[in-house]
Nanobody, 124 residues
Framework: QVHLVESGGGSVQAGGSLRLSCKIS????????MAWFRQAPGKDREGVSG???????YYADSVKGRFTISRDNAKNTVYLQMASLKAEDTAMYYC??????????????????WGQGTQVTVSS
Protein backbone atom coordinates (compact mmCIF):
# COMPACT_ATOMS: atom_id res chain seq x y z
CA GLN A 1 0.00 0.00 0.00
CA VAL A 2 1.27 3.46 -0.92
CA HIS A 3 1.59 6.14 1.74
CA LEU A 4 2.62 9.77 1.44
CA VAL A 5 3.13 11.56 4.75
CA GLU A 6 3.77 15.29 4.85
CA SER A 7 5.37 17.08 7.77
CA GLY A 8 7.05 20.35 8.62
CA GLY A 9 4.11 22.71 8.48
CA GLY A 10 3.43 25.27 11.17
CA SER A 11 2.89 28.92 11.94
CA VAL A 12 5.47 31.49 10.99
CA GLN A 13 5.64 35.25 10.58
CA ALA A 14 5.87 36.85 7.18
CA GLY A 15 9.42 36.76 5.90
CA GLY A 16 10.14 33.52 7.71
CA SER A 17 11.02 30.07 6.42
CA LEU A 18 9.76 26.52 6.69
CA ARG A 19 10.83 23.21 5.20
CA LEU A 20 8.16 20.70 4.30
CA SER A 21 8.91 17.00 3.92
CA CYS A 22 6.94 14.26 2.25
CA LYS A 23 8.01 10.70 2.92
CA ILE A 24 6.75 8.04 0.57
CA SER A 25 6.44 4.30 1.06
CA UNK A 26 4.99 1.46 -0.94
CA UNK A 27 6.39 2.38 -4.33
CA UNK A 28 9.72 2.75 -6.10
CA UNK A 29 10.25 6.41 -5.25
CA UNK A 30 12.99 7.02 -7.83
CA UNK A 31 10.52 6.11 -10.62
CA UNK A 32 8.00 8.76 -9.60
CA UNK A 33 7.57 12.42 -10.32
CA MET A 34 6.65 14.50 -7.31
CA ALA A 35 4.90 17.78 -6.72
CA TRP A 36 3.63 20.05 -4.01
CA PHE A 37 0.19 21.56 -4.25
CA ARG A 38 -1.61 23.84 -1.85
CA GLN A 39 -5.16 24.77 -1.07
CA ALA A 40 -6.23 27.87 0.78
CA PRO A 41 -9.69 28.14 2.34
CA GLY A 42 -12.31 28.81 -0.29
CA LYS A 43 -9.87 28.32 -3.16
CA ASP A 44 -9.03 25.53 -5.56
CA ARG A 45 -5.97 23.40 -5.07
CA GLU A 46 -3.05 24.83 -7.02
CA GLY A 47 0.30 23.47 -8.07
CA VAL A 48 3.30 25.01 -6.34
CA SER A 49 6.36 23.06 -7.40
CA GLY A 50 7.33 19.81 -9.06
CA UNK A 51 10.42 17.67 -9.48
CA UNK A 52 10.77 14.96 -12.06
CA UNK A 53 12.37 11.58 -11.64
CA UNK A 54 15.29 13.15 -13.54
CA UNK A 55 15.55 16.04 -11.03
CA UNK A 56 14.11 18.66 -13.36
CA UNK A 57 12.27 21.23 -11.27
CA TYR A 58 9.21 23.36 -11.91
CA TYR A 59 7.74 26.27 -10.01
CA ALA A 60 4.57 28.30 -10.10
CA ASP A 61 5.25 31.96 -10.83
CA SER A 62 3.98 32.92 -7.39
CA VAL A 63 6.78 31.04 -5.63
CA LYS A 64 9.71 31.31 -8.02
CA GLY A 65 12.80 32.55 -6.27
CA ARG A 66 11.35 31.84 -2.83
CA PHE A 67 10.66 28.08 -2.80
CA THR A 68 13.04 25.24 -3.61
CA ILE A 69 12.00 21.67 -4.24
CA SER A 70 14.39 18.76 -3.86
CA ARG A 71 14.30 15.01 -3.44
CA ASP A 72 16.40 12.40 -1.69
CA ASN A 73 15.86 9.04 -3.35
CA ALA A 74 17.81 7.26 -0.61
CA LYS A 75 15.29 8.54 1.95
CA ASN A 76 12.19 8.29 -0.27
CA THR A 77 11.51 11.91 0.58
CA VAL A 78 10.70 15.09 -1.29
CA TYR A 79 11.24 18.48 0.32
CA LEU A 80 9.93 21.98 -0.17
CA GLN A 81 12.12 24.69 1.29
CA MET A 82 10.04 27.84 1.62
CA ALA A 83 11.61 31.23 2.29
CA SER A 84 10.39 34.82 2.36
CA LEU A 85 6.96 33.53 3.24
CA LYS A 86 3.95 35.75 2.68
CA ALA A 87 0.49 35.74 4.16
CA GLU A 88 -0.84 34.54 0.81
CA ASP A 89 1.23 31.35 1.15
CA THR A 90 -1.11 30.29 3.95
CA ALA A 91 -2.69 27.00 2.89
CA MET A 92 -2.78 23.28 3.39
CA TYR A 93 0.15 21.83 1.47
CA TYR A 94 -0.10 18.42 -0.17
CA CYS A 95 2.43 16.27 -1.94
CA UNK A 96 1.46 14.21 -4.94
CA UNK A 97 3.17 11.46 -6.91
CA UNK A 98 2.74 10.54 -10.55
CA UNK A 99 4.42 7.82 -12.53
CA UNK A 100 5.12 9.69 -15.74
CA UNK A 101 6.59 13.18 -16.21
CA UNK A 102 4.53 13.96 -19.30
CA UNK A 103 1.48 16.19 -19.30
CA UNK A 104 0.86 19.12 -17.04
CA UNK A 105 2.57 19.39 -13.69
CA UNK A 106 -0.36 21.39 -12.37
CA UNK A 107 -3.23 19.07 -13.27
CA UNK A 108 -4.34 17.20 -10.16
CA UNK A 109 -5.91 14.33 -12.05
CA UNK A 110 -2.52 13.27 -13.39
CA UNK A 111 -1.32 12.36 -9.90
CA UNK A 112 -1.73 8.79 -8.75
CA UNK A 113 -1.18 9.29 -5.04
CA TRP A 114 -1.66 12.07 -2.49
CA GLY A 115 -0.74 12.75 1.08
CA GLN A 116 -3.07 14.08 3.78
CA GLY A 117 -1.50 17.52 3.89
CA THR A 118 0.33 19.76 6.33
CA GLN A 119 -0.90 23.22 7.31
CA VAL A 120 1.21 26.31 6.73
CA THR A 121 0.04 29.55 8.32
CA VAL A 122 1.89 32.81 7.68
CA SER A 123 0.96 35.81 9.77
CA SER A 124 1.63 39.32 8.57
Amino acid sequence: QVHLVESGGGSVQAGGSLRLSCKISGLTFSDYNMAWFRQAPGKDREGVSGISQYDTTYYADSVKGRFTISRDNAKNTVYLQMASLKAEDTAMYYCGAKRYPSGSWWREMEYNYWGQGTQVTVSS
